[in-house]
C-alpha cells in the first residue's frame, strides 16, 4: 500500500464507505506508518472534531475474582498481593464523582472485579449511583461484569446510559486468554444492554500476544458485531504474578498503528486512551494524533495513571483538544 493509497482511505471513509478487514489487514502491515497516522487522524477530526471525552473510574470491588484471565491482578489465580475487598461504601464513591465533576471529567464509573454482582451488590450500585446523581454533574457508567437483562434494567432505571464490557481481544484469540467465559457470553450482556439503551463501551487489551492481524479482527468486531461507541484500548502492563508478566512490550509503532487502525474501522466511535499509558507516556502526543479523541484520565484499576486530572486536561489543552 502505498502513501497515496493510504491517505485515500480516509476520503473513501469519509464518504461513507466501511474499511473492510483485509483493507485494514493491509494498511496494518503494508502502509506507511505516518501517511496511515495521518489518515486515521483525519478521519478523527472529520467525525469528531477537536472535543475530547473524559472519563474516570473507581475499582469498586476489587480481588477475589473466580475467573482464570492470564491478564489480570485481581484473578484468584494468581498471587499478586492486590488489594481485596467488597463492594465500596457510598461516601467514598460520592466523594470522587463530585472531585472529579468538578475537574471536568465527563464521565464516571464503578468497575468491579468478578465474573457478575449478586442483586444485592446491584441494588447497593445503584443507591450509590442515585447518590452521585444528586450531588454531581456528570454521566454514568458502569463495569461490573456479565449482568442479566433485569441487573442492567435497574442500573439504566437510576440513570446510567453507558455499559461497560471488554471483549479483551480478538474472539479468535480469546480463548487462548481465558477458559471460564466465553465472547459469546460478553455478548449476551452486551445485547442485552444495547436493547435495554445503553451505548456500548467496549474494547481490550493489545500486546498480550496476538497478531497484527488479531488487532484488525478485534476492530472489526467491535464496529460489526458489539456495536461500540466507546473503545477503550489498554496497552498490556505486564504485572508480577499474572501468566503474562513475562510478556515483552509492543514498540511504538505497533501501538500507534493499532490506534490508527481502531479509530479506521470505528470513525464514529470514541477511540480511548485507557490502562497503560505509562507504557508510551513518551509519545502521547503522537499517539494522541492517530485519530485518539477520549481517555481515561486519573489512575487505572490496578496500576497508575501517567499523572493527576489537572495534569492530564493540560496536556489535552496543549495539544489542541478541548476536554
Not at 71 to 88: F, V
Not at 139 to 160: E, F, N
Not at 238 to 263: C, V, W
Request: net charge neutral; aromatic share 6%; with cysteine.
Amino acid at each position: 500500500m502505498t502513501e497515496e493509497q493510504t491517505l485515500a482511505l480516509a476520503d473513501q471513509i469519509i464518504g461513507g464507505q466501511q474499511l473492510s478487514q483485509s483493507v485494514a489487514l493491509d494498511a496494518m502491515l503494508n502502509a506507511p506508518r505516518h501517511a496511515l497516522y495521518v489518515a486515521a487522524d483525519r478521519v478523527r477530526k472529520h467525525f469528531r472534531g477537536n472535543s475530547f471525552q473524559t472519563c474516570s473510574i473507581i475499582n469498586a470491588r476489587s480481588g477475589r475474582c473466580s475467573e482464570d484471565c492470564k491478564w489480570c491482578a485481581q484473578s484468584s489465580k494468581h498471587s499478586t498481593g492486590i488489594s481485596e475487598y467488597p463492594l465500596i461504601g457510598a461516601d467514598e464513591a460520592v466523594a470522587m464523582a463530585v472531585n472529579n465533576a468538578r475537574k471536568g471529567v465527563a464521565r464516571f464509573s464503578l468497575v468491579t472485579s468478578g465474573r457478575t454482582m449478586s442483586d444485592s451488590e446491584i441494588d447497593r450500585a445503584c443507591d450509590i449511583y442515585r447518590r452521585v446523581a444528586e450531588n454531581a454533574k456528570i454521566d454514568l457508567c458502569a463495569s461490573m461484569g456479565l449482568l442479566t437483562r433485569s441487573q442492567l434494567q435497574k442500573l439504566y432505571d437510576v440513570g446510567l446510559r453507558h455499559y461497560h464490557c471488554n471483549i479483551e481481544s480478538a474472539p479468535s484469540f480469546f480463548p487462548s486468554l481465558c477458559s471460564t467465559h466465553t465472547i459469546e457470553d460478553k455478548l449476551r450482556t452486551i445485547r442485552a444492554a444495547r436493547e435495554i439503551g445503553f451505548g456500548i463501551c467496549s474494547g481490550g487489551i493489545i500486546g498480550m500476544g496476538e497478531s497484527a492481524e488479531q488487532r484488525v479482527e478485534m476492530a472489526v468486531f467491535l464496529r460489526d458485531v458489539v456495536g461500540a461507541v466507546s473503545i477503550p484500548v489498554n496497552v498490556l502492563v505486564p504485572i508480577k504474578g499474572t501468566r503474562l508478566e513475562n510478556q515483552p512490550p509492543l514498540s511504538p509503532d505497533e501501538i500507534k498503528s493499532s490506534f490508527a487502525i481502531f479509530r479506521l474501522c470505528n470513525p464514529q466511535a470514541e477511540i480511548r486512551m485507557a490502562g497503560g499509558q505509562i507504557n508510551f507516556v513518551g509519545e502521547r502526543t503522537e499517539v494522541l494524533a492517530c485519530g485518539v479523541d477520549a481517555s481515561i484520565v486519573g489512575d487505572m484499576l490496578t496500576t497508575t495513571g501517567t499523572g493527576g486530572i489537572v495534569e492530564d486536561f493540560d496536556f489535552f489543552r496543549r495539544c489542541g483538544r478541548k476536554p
